[in-house]
């Protein structure tokens, strides 16, 4: 079975831009999490989504914002980027929210300058 | 209001010797646990879990132990190898509730001299 996939790898963008990273989930897993790994932060929660549906959400202002497509796939966007969004941004999938058990993407390095 | 704690950011063990990384959480609700391990520029990966009607948790090398009235699990990795060396993620869940997102620790970065 494929893994979780994330595109693009890295990105490079200015402050006030937006963008968009894109997640597919392990095929049969309907739930994707996001999370924003910065140093000594560790993996911060984002959003999770199952079946098109924002489950649960993280302390992240309305500037961070994604969804999920009928097949599962996600995508993440954040807008009018701040110097302080650089960071990894992982995308994880699980087969629903009943198990914990998540396996993560290899994440897309998000560098603002 | 960090419910999953690793309040140690590294450690350093010698190779063939055991690796003993800590985990305390402060929800009483958290009733299943985690440990993924990361390398640099990829994603963590599933490492084991526990169940909190489990005080142990064995695969291979690496055991974890739950101490539910301490609110305290840690992950034990005998013998350590150099390949051990990544940075260990704790993390919990509250299955029984709604509330069943999975919350990460901190981290702890590992390192295993040859």
């Known amino acids: 079975k494929a893994g979780v996939t994330q595109t693009p790898r890295y990105l490079i963008k200015t402050r006030g831009q937006q963008v968009t990273l894109s997640c597919s989930p392990i095929?049969?897993?309907?739930?994707v999490s996001w999370y924003q790994q910065t140093p000594g932060q560790g993996l911060q929660f984002l959003f999770e989504?199952?079946?098109?549906?924002?489950?649960n959400k993280g302390n992240f202002p309305g500037r961070f914002s994604g969804r999920q497509f009928s097949n599962s796939r996600s995508e993440m966007n954040v807008s009018t980027l701040e110097l302080g969004d650089s960071a990894l941004y992982l995308c994880?999938?699980?087969?629903?929210?009943?198990?914990?058990?998540?396996?993560f993407g290899p994440g897309t390095r998000l560098l603002v300058l | 209001d960090q419910q999953v704690k690793q309040n140690s950011p590294s450690l350093s063990v010698q190779e063939g010797r055991i690796s003993i990384l800590n985990c305390d959480y402060t929800?009483?609700?958290?009733?299943?646990f985690l440990w993924y391990k990361k390398y640099p520029a990829e994603g963590p990966t599933f490492l084991i879990s526990?169940?909190?009607?489990?005080d142990k948790n064995e695969d291979g090398r690496f055991t974890v132990f739950l101490n539910k009235s301490a609110k305290h699990l840690s992950l034990h990795i005998v013998p350590s190898q150099p390949g051990d060396s990544a940075v260990y993620f704790c993390?919990?869940?509250?299955?029984?509730?709604?509330?069943?997102?999975?919350?990460f620790g901190p981290g702890t970065s590992l390192s295993v001299i040859p």
């Open positions: 929800n009483s609700m958290f009733d299943y």
């Open positions: 993390a919990a869940s509250a299955r029984r509730t709604s509330y069943d997102k999975v919350i």
């Open positions: 095929s049969g897993h309907r739930s």
């Open positions: 526990i169940s909190s009607i489990k």
């Open positions: 989504y199952f079946s098109e549906t924002q489950r």
């Open positions: 994880a999938s699980r087969t629903s929210f009943a198990d914990p058990t998540q396996y």
